[in-house]
């Protein structure tokens, strides 16, 4: 079956540092997406970054990469240089195509961060 | 980014009526709409894929008799909780594809629905 698994409920980074928020998934599928969205306190869930299976390189845009280690079946997401504007709940979600034909996202728990001043 | 648009932010409800929540894309077209359902501090729970020009696909466990989805154009699917109850209280949110080709999908701000 297919799972998302975040292991971390809660972070702290330090205001410029950076911060790796864990993601880990099971897929017996070879192809398949992760995404990683922002839910600040408003509720809204904001589209951060995709990586797919196949892509050779890891994902980034802006301040966000992700490092997409398949063989551990891992998908972290890295911020660099946080901002207090930072602090929300993060998700990473997983698409994969043999067994969602109809393009649902399974989500992890979430992670909460919280950047300090 | 697509942008998604849903309507009401906020509603408040006596026990046993009936509320509509709508989902808009409002600069694409969405062949394929999602309905999921937030507790607070937990992960969002898909309840029903919907299709535009017919039936929407719930999720295991979801009553299709209780969250009816209405999704009549390309822009616009409906929610409606019928006969709502305390328990159904919760945050809303829709989200749609931009394109079939599209994986990544847009959320909507999300509805929070409290039912006295």
């Known amino acids: 079956a297919q799972k998302i698994t975040q292991t971390q409920p809660g972070m702290f980074v330090q205001e410029k540092e950076a911060v790796t928020l864990d993601c880990t998934y099971d897929?017996?599928?070879?192809?398949?997406?992760l995404f990683w969205y922002k839910q600040p306190s408003s509720g809204e869930m904001i589209f951060l970054i995709y990586?797919?299976?196949?892509?050779?390189q890891n994902a980034t845009e802006g301040r966000y990469s992700l490092n997409f280690q398949k063989a551990r079946k891992s998908a972290n997401l890295v911020i660099s240089a946080s901002q207090l504007g930072d602090s929300a709940m993060y998700f990473c979600a997983m698409r994969d195509w043999i067994y969602n034909q109809g393009g649902k996202l399974i989500f992890g728990q979430g992670t909460e961060l919280s950047v300090k001043p | 980014g697509a942008v998604v648009s849903q309507h009401p932010s906020w509603v408040i409800c006596k026990s046993g009526t009936s509320v509509k929540i709508e989902c808009r894309s409002l600069d694409f077209q969405a062949t394929t709409m999602f309905w999921y359902r937030q507790f607070p501090k937990q992960s969002l729970m898909l309840m029903a894929t919907?299709?535009?020009?017919?039936?929407?696909?719930?999720e295991q466990g979801v009553e299709k008799d209780k969250f009816l989805i209405n999704h009549a154009s390309l822009t616009l699917s409906t929610l409606t909780v019928t006969s709502a109850h305390p328990e159904d209280s919760s945050f809303y949110i829709c989200?749609?594809?931009?394109?079939?080709?599209?994986?990544?999908?847009?959320f909507g701000p999300g509805t929070r629905l409290l039912v006295l």
């Open positions: 989200s749609a594809r931009v394109s079939r080709d599209s994986e990544t999908q847009y």
């Open positions: 897929t017996s599928d070879q192809s398949y997406g």
């Open positions: 990586q797919g299976s196949y892509d050779e």
């Open positions: 919907s299709n535009e020009g017919s039936k929407a696909t719930y």
